[in-house]
Nanobody
Framework: QLRLVESGGDLVQPGGSLRLSCTAS????????IGWFRQAPGKERKGISC?????????YYGDSVKGRFIISRDIAKNMVYLQMNTLKPEDTAVYYC?????????????????WGQGTQVTVSA
């Protein structure tokens, strides 16, 4: 069973940057479309970005992250990254990566059968 592992979450000041990483042992992430989701306390989990398994297409969901977040792959390292810039307090959440063997992207939680445990991002002065 595909199990993902996120890392890179931290406490950061407003305006700062973080890079989250997503990887999996024993599986080639390049065979999967990878989505990044986040869940703030008391709120539903929401998709924020996705990259197709070919890496040819990237998607960003919600005006709040467009222009600030960048999703990418490192094929050789079997990693998917989420670079987050100009962080705001409202970006505070647990961030999850998720995988789907379909060739397209989605921001729908139920489209992704495999998930990581999440990594906490806190943006605060």
């Amino acid at each position: 069973q595909l199990r993902l592992v996120e890392s890179g979450g931290d406490l950061v000041q407003p305006g700062g940057s973080l890079r989250l990483s997503c990887t999996a042992s024993g599986f080639n992430l390049n065979d999967y479309s990878i989505g990044w989701f986040r869940q703030a306390p008391g709120k539903e989990r929401k998709g924020i970005s996705c990259i197709t398994r070919s890496g040819g297409s990237t998607m960003y969901y919600g005006d709040s992250v467009k222009g600030r977040f960048i999703i990418s792959r490192d094929i050789a390292k079997n990693m998917v990254y989420l670079q987050m810039n100009t962080l705001k307090p409202e970006d505070t959440a647990v961030y999850y990566c998720a995988a789907d063997s379909a060739g397209y992207c989605s921001d729908y939680v139920l489209d992704f059968p495999s998930w990581g445990q999440g990594t906490q991002v806190t943006v605060s002065a």
